[in-house]
């Protein structure tokens, strides 16, 4: 079983940076795109950045230019750098990844997509 566990949520400023990060865990897998989603209050879940395993990013348009997604596939960790914070930033940030598990017992390889329980950003003065 997979777990992600996200972490480096906080309050700042207008103006000020933030560095999320989700770790994967777990054995027998191998992790493919990974998404950053958040969720304001009263408003659906929505893509913010992704990137696949070949290091293909996307970018809502929001973040573009502020946002940069980055992984560690040697650490199993996917990095959301964010600057210039704004307070429409302020939502619940989720990680969710798109992976492989292997059982080599059964020679089989299965599909599956698991998420984390979610950091809090505000972004208030």
């Known amino acids: 079983q997979v777990q992600l566990m996200e972490s480096g949520g906080g309050w700042v400023q207008p103006g000020e940076s933030l560095r999320l990060s989700c770790s994967a865990s777990?054995?027998?897998?191998?992790?493919?795109?990974v998404g950053w989603y958040r969720q304001a209050p009263g408003q659906e879940r929505g893509l913010v950045a992704s990137i696949k395993k070949d290091g293909q990013t996307i970018y809502t348009n929001s973040v573009k230019g502020r946002f940069t997604i980055s992984r560690d596939d040697a650490a199993n960790t996917v990095t959301l750098q964010m600057n210039n914070l704004r307070p429409e930033d302020t939502a619940v940030y989720y990680c969710?990844?798109?992976?492989?598990?292997?059982?080599?017992?059964?020679?089989?390889?299965?599909?599956?997509?698991?998420w984390g329980q979610g950091t809090q950003v505000t972004v208030s003065s």
């Open positions: 777990g054995n027998n897998f191998r992790i493919n795109t």
């Open positions: 969710n990844a798109q992976a492989v598990s292997f059982d080599y017992e059964k020679n089989l390889q299965t599909l599956f997509t698991v």
